[in-house]
Nanobody, 124 residues
Framework: HVQLVESGGGAVQAGGSLRLSCAIS????????VGWFREAPGKDREGVAV????????YYGDSVKGRFTISRDNAKNTMYLQMNSLKPEDTAMYYC??????????????????WGQGTQVTVS
C-alpha cells in the first residue's frame, strides 16, 4: 500500500521561495510517475509538475514554467518541488500524487489513483 506524505508548506512573501517534499513509502511500478497538484478555494485541482522516476522526464503546468522545478531522489524515495518567485496566485493546498504508467493527460488530477493529504502554501 503506497503512502505519500507532503511537507514543507508554509507562509511566504511574494517573490520568495519554498521547497516542498513528498515522501513515498514504496517505490516501484505504482509510483513510476509522481507529481504535484494544487487546489485553491473554489477552483479545480490543477496540475503543477510531474516527473518520471526512471528517466527523470518532466512536465510543467504553464502557470509555473520557469519558476518551479520538480525533482526526485530515488535513493530517498522522495520527490521535491522547488518553488521560486512565488506569487499570491500560487496560494493553494499542494498535493503529491502517483500513478504507474504514462498518460497523455499527466497533468490531469483524475489520472492519479494515489494521493497525499496535502500541505498548505500561502503567498502574501
Amino acid at each position: 500500500h503506497v503512502q505519500l506524505v507532503e511537507s514543507g508548506g508554509g507562509a511566504v512573501q511574494a517573490g520568495g521561495s519554498l521547497r516542498l517534499s513528498c515522501a513515498i513509502s514504496v517505490s516501484g511500478s505504482s509510483t513510476r510517475w509522481v507529481g504535484w497538484f494544487r487546489e485553491a478555494p473554489g477552483k479545480d485541482r490543477e496540475g503543477v509538475a510531474v516527473i518520471y522516476t526512471g528517466a527523470g522526464t518532466t512536465y510543467y503546468g504553464d502557470s509555473v514554467k520557469g519558476r518551479f522545478t520538480i525533482s526526485r531522489d530515488n535513493a530517498k524515495n522522495t520527490m521535491y518541488l522547488q518553488m521560486n518567485s512565488l506569487k499570491p496566485e500560487d496560494t493553494a493546498m499542494y498535493y503529491c500524487a502517483a500513478r504507474s504508467s504514462w498518460s497523455a493527460h499527466l497533468l490531469t488530477a483524475s489520472e492519479y489513483p494515489t494521493w497525499g493529504q496535502g500541505t498548505q502554501v500561502t503567498v502574501s
